[in-house]
């Protein structure tokens, strides 16, 4: 079965950086599109960063410039490099996989993984 493992959360102060993970096994990992989401509780969830169906990065506006997102298909694995972290960043963090792109940029994919949190402090 589809399983997406996030990992590489954690406490850091601001100005810091981490690089999350998300492990993908279970499905042919080249033909799914990746993204990632972050959420706070008793917010909505919110979008940060994905590929879309020409494998190009979007990021939200919020993320520009200090989140950067990329994948290792031999690993079938993502990544969510976080650089200059702010308070505001705090949250759980998770990724996301479906065939269709747009279905993971509309935050409506089919697989999820089950999160790590990221606290700036």
């Known amino acids: 079965h589809v399983q997406l493992v996030e990992s590489g959360g954690g406490s850091v102060q601001a100005g810091g950086s981490l690089r999350l993970s998300c492990a993908a096994s279970g499905y042919r990992y080249a033909s799914y599109c990746m993204g990632w989401f972050r959420q706070v509780p008793g917010d909505e969830r919110e979008g940060v960063a994905f590929?879309?169906?020409?494998?190009?990065?979007i990021y939200a506006d919020s993320v520009k410039g200090r989140f950067t997102i990329s994948k290792d298909k031999a690993k079938s694995t993502s990544y969510l490099q976080m650089d200059n972290l702010k308070a505001e960043d705090t949250a759980m963090y998770y990724c996301?996989?479906?065939?269709?792109?747009?279905?993971?940029?509309?935050?409506?994919?089919?697989?999820w993984g089950q999160g790590t949190q990221v606290t700036v402090s």
């Open positions: 996301a996989a479906d065939t269709v792109c747009e279905s993971v940029v509309m935050g409506r994919a089919t697989y």
């Open positions: 590929f879309n169906h020409n494998g190009e990065p």
